[in-house]
């Protein structure tokens, strides 16, 4: 624990700021005014991903000013690593009562793709009425899958960042901007 610790700091310590406190908040304030014009009449369930996607979904909740329901999907690809595995782990519940509803799917982060193109699956066999997904930063140039977000408030180049609730080896998710781990 007290290498990891060392690591941690250094990798805090020489990390490079890629986007502000201030411009988050700005970016989700454009993203909920999105989807509230696309959402707002559906009566959505806002499904929240567990862990990294904890920060975006409450700050994105309370700019979103009509009637919905909040559930949450704990699911794990990095294993608090910095790489993703080949498989998906299901920890915890699975939401019920999906079917017919509208789901809006809210995680931070939408890499090499393969969690979400799970989720939206899920959802999908679950029996929605339809499936959308929202993400703080899309790391386009990396995606393995055919999936693209329907509401994104940044592109971001094919770095690991950590931050606003993504984690560098379960650490720094409470860092308050989004930060590049130094090559
Ligand atoms: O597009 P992908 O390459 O599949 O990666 C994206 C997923 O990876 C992260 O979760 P992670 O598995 O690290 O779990 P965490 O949310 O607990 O950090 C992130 O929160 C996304 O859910
Ligand atoms: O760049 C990343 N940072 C943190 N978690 C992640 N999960 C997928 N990609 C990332």
């Known amino acids: 624990m007290k290498s990891l610790l060392e690591e941690v700091r250094r990798v805090e310590q020489e990390a490079e ?3 502000r ?35 975006t979904c409450g700050k994105l909740l309370t700019r979103l000013h009509f009637p919905l329901q909040l559930d949450y999907l704990h699911v794990s690809r990095y294993r608090n690593q910095t790489a993703g595995s080949d498989d998906i782990a299901w920890l915890g519940k ?40 929202s993400v703080l930063l899309d790391k386009a140039s990396a995606r393995k899958t055919a999936i693209t977000p329907d509401f994104c408030a ?16 379960s650490f720094l998710r409470n860092a308050a901007g989004i930060y590049a781990v130094s090559r």
Do not use: N
Request: net charge negative.
């Open 154 to 169: 940044f592109t971001i180049p094919d770095r690991y960042v950590f931050g606003y609730g993504m984690d560098y080896k």
């Open 17 to 19: 700021l890629l986007i």
């Open 94 to 133: 699975r939401p019920e009562h999906l079917a017919g509803r509208h789901i809006l799917i809210v995680d931070d982060i939408l890499d090499e793709g393969y969690t979400m193109q799970a989720i939206v699956a899920f959802c999908r066999q679950a029996g929605a009425a339809s499936v959308s997904t």
């Open 21 to 55: 406190p201030e411009e988050l908040e700005a970016a989700l304030d454009l993203m909920a005014t999105e989807i509230s014009h696309r959402l707002g009449d559906t009566t959505p369930i806002i499904l929240c991903i567990m862990t990294g996607g904890l920060v």
